[in-house]
């Protein structure tokens, strides 16, 4: 399975990478800047808490077909790694319409 926090690392967008990039377009926090929230570690625990449903769903379908879950448990696992791909697929078209929408402004 990929490791879904050193892909997004590896293009940059995971980690500090994306904290970086945040601080060098926004590099001095405000009176209304939320403290203690990392954008960079936001976007990873989601990443990996995506992979862990996609694993979960994995791994329950691995028990179903050894007979060792229920069809219900398999069900269940493997329509919320659905939900969770769906989400991480909307939220990454959402990104790429704002950075489309980015590089259309004149400077």
Do not use: C, H
Not at 70 to 83: D, G, W
């Amino acid at each position: 399975m990929i490791d879904a926090t050193s892909s997004l690392n590896a293009v940059g967008i995971g980690g500090t990478g994306a904290a970086r990039a945040i601080e060098r377009i926004a590099p001095t926090a405000g009176a209304g800047a939320v403290s203690g929230l990392d954008f960079g570690a936001v976007l990873t625990d989601v990443a990996s808490k995506g992979v862990s449903a996609i694993a979960n769903a994995e791994a329950a379908s691995i028990k179903g077909i050894r007979g060792e879950a229920s069809i219900q448990q398999v069900v269940e696992a493997v329509l919320e790694a659905e939900r969770t791909l769906q989400t991480a697929i909307a939220v990454r078209d959402k990104v790429v319409q704002a950075y489309q929408e980015i590089s259309r402004m004149a400077i």
